[in-house]
């Protein structure tokens, strides 16, 4: 049965030290609001999981969170590098970072493969691709009815997974409508999954064919948190913040800087409209 729950309660509950855990989101829906309360609670030694680390996980590297990333792709998109993430893989600050890094068709194809309940996921790829001389998650076999050659890696199963949405109703039900990107994958793959919403309301209202229903019974936690996915966007609610992005560059390049942002504007109180 999904509880609904306070943010701070969330994450205190489901995230641990040590945990794989996967905060999704494709250009919008990125759980921001609930990526600061782990930062806030100062859960260390995570394994994280994204397809498109950016300003979020960049944050959390910088703030000791994590000691691996599991990624098809990282950067500060239209921007350029990830400045924490990279100081943590080039000089150890403020942790050394293990990187295990994958194509997007690879990760997608994982995260599919976990929600199957597969062990690993089997696609064509990575012929010619120099990742596979650096990542040992990557194999090759033989199809045995055609005799392909096919690239086959592991499922990911996150421990828990965290995506933010545009509502839930008072069941638990979660509608998802604008680029879903793998948030439907990456919660049926984890064993335990909290979601964000802007809103809680009686009716879905679910219209065009753009959109995904996650039931209750696949979700544990759903926590009201208007402009939850800010800087990021949510469709139908608010735009991107262009600015920021272009911001954040300056913010994150130097270690003192950045400090300071997270001190002032993500280590403060969360926001009341957090709610319960």
């Not at 100062?42 to 498109?52: D, G, V, Y």
């Not at 679910?206 to 039931?215: E, F």
């Not at 800087?231 to 994150?252: C, E, L, M, Q, V």
Request: net charge negative; aromatic share 8%; charged share 15%.
């Amino acid at each position: 049965m999904t509880s609904f729950m306070s943010l701070q309660a969330a994450i205190a509950e489901y995230v641990q030290d040590g945990m794989t855990i996967a905060l999704e989101g494709f250009t919008h829906l990125i759980p921001f609001a609930a990526g600061h309360e782990i930062i806030r609670q100062q859960k260390q030694q995570l394994c994280l999981i994204r397809m498109t680390p950016d300003l979020i996980y960049d944050q959390m590297i910088g703030m000791g969170c994590a000691r691996r990333l599991i990624f098809s792709w990282g950067g500060n998109p239209g921007v350029g590098t990830l400045h924490r993430l990279r100081d943590a893989v080039e000089h150890g600050w403020p942790h050394p970072l293990e990187l295990e890094e994958h194509s997007h068709a690879a990760l997608a194809n994982a995260y599919a493969a976990g929600a199957a309940g597969l062990p690993c996921a089997i696609f064509r790829g990575y012929l010619g691709s120099d990742l596979v001389g650096i990542n040992a998650n990557i194999r090759h076999i033989q199809c045995p009815f055609t005799g392909e050659q096919l690239a086959a890696v592991p499922a990911v199963r996150p421990d828990l997974t965290i995506i933010h949405a545009q509502r839930a109703d008072r069941s638990g039900n979660v509608f998802i409508e604008g680029i879903i990107g793998v948030q439907k994958e990456a919660a049926l793959a984890a064993k335990h999954v909290i979601v964000t919403v802007e809103e809680i309301v009686d009716d879905l209202r679910v219209p065009g064919p753009n959109a995904t229903v996650l039931p209750y019974w696949t979700i544990n936690a759903v926590v009201q948190v208007p402009n939850g996915a800010y800087p990021s966007y949510t469709h139908g609610y608010y735009g991107r913040d262009n600015a920021f992005y272009t911001a954040w560059d300056a913010i994150a390049r130097n270690r003192e800087t950045f400090l300071a942002w997270m001190c002032e504007h993500v280590l403060a109180d969360p926001p009341a409209s957090q709610s319960e």
